[in-house]
């Protein structure tokens, strides 16, 4: 499972956009139960050979449950991805209007590295500019640039993620340019591949390449009901976010695909993926895509 990692945006916190999200955790959702639920999925994601990792400033307390389950042994074998430049704003609450802030100034930088640290237990291997658009003034600020800069210099691999209809123009702008950024996590599955030439564009000028969302946020799932894609699905007798974790996969420009399971059930079968061709019939317009992510409730 070496190209398959485990991502923590939905057990990090009590909401998220998930399809049946509220459906998966324990009653009450409470800190001690989420902290439980994270470490027994690190555990089964590490017994079946996933070594990659990915947390973020903003997934509530992803940093600390992974940073509590990571022994000195595990962590020479792991591959530890995490973000900044949103803020976690909810209060451990999944009925709020705003859960995250987003900020890519430099001052959140400095706040948020220490906690990452101290969470953590120490460096990840990977530190990326949560959801960068092209709008974000990041990718001119020279000052954060070379605080960057300076962290690469340190080791640590500096990059970002990237979100929404116009993705692939946020990382072109980014390998363009004049940046310390080796490493991009986006959005690509089966519903939304627009990124994928910009994604092929990075791997080849070494950059490192982790696809997010796989599943589409269980758009890609069983949950999501009889859709064209589970019926595809059905009839070629495979799981449906099987199938989508085994599209990603298959793109040779995708270095980690990750898994955001909430329930071992969903562990497992995210792992048992299979490669079934491109799927190209099932891609929707960019901006569809992205208008129809963006209706998902906080569950």
Not at 22 to 34: I, K
Not at 210 to 219: D, F, L, Q, S, T
Not at 228 to 251: K, R, T, Y
Request: aromatic share 10%; charged share 20%.
């Amino acid at each position: 499972m070496a190209r398959i990692g485990l991502g923590l945006a939905a057990v990090g916190r009590p909401g998220y956009i998930n399809l049946g999200h509220d459906e998966d955790l324990p009653a009450g959702r409470a800190v001690e139960d989420l902290r439980v639920r994270t470490h027994e999925l690190l555990e089964q994601a590490w017994q079946a050979g996933v070594r990659y990792f990915d947390a973020a400033r903003s997934y509530g307390l992803a940093e600390k449950f992974l940073g509590e389950w990571i022994t000195a042994q595990r962590r020479a074998e792991l591959t530890i991805g995490s973000k900044w430049g949103y803020t976690y704003v909810a209060d451990w609450r999944h009925d709020v209007d705003t859960h995250e802030v987003k900020d890519h100034s430099l001052d959140t930088f400095e706040r948020q590295w220490p906690e990452t640290l101290q969470a953590l237990g120490g460096p990840p291997d990977f530190y990326l500019v949560h959801s960068l658009t092209t709008d974000s003034p990041a990718l001119e600020d020279k000052r954060l640039l070379d605080r960057l800069r300076e962290l690469a210099g340190s080791g640590v691999r500096v990059g970002l993620s990237t979100s929404g209809p116009r993705q692939a123009e946020t990382l072109r702008k980014a390998l363009s340019g004049s940046t310390p950024f080796s490493a991009v996590q986006a959005t690509w599955n089966v519903l939304d591949p627009s990124a994928g030439p910009a994604l092929a564009e990075a791997h080849d000028a070494g950059w490192f390449v982790v696809v997010k969302e796989a599943v589409a946020n269980g758009r890609l799932t069983a949950r999501a009901g009889e859709t064209p894609f589970n019926e595809f699905a059905h009839q070629h007798g495979v799981a449906p976010d099987a199938l989508a974790i085994g599209a990603a996969v298959a793109q040779p420009w995708a270095d980690i695909v990750l898994s955001g399971a909430t329930t071992a059930a969903q562990l497992s079968s995210n792992l048992a993926y299979r490669v079934d061709g491109p799927l190209s019939e099932f891609a929707q317009q960019p901006e569809e895509y992205w208008t129809e992510r963006s209706a998902l409730p906080w569950i």
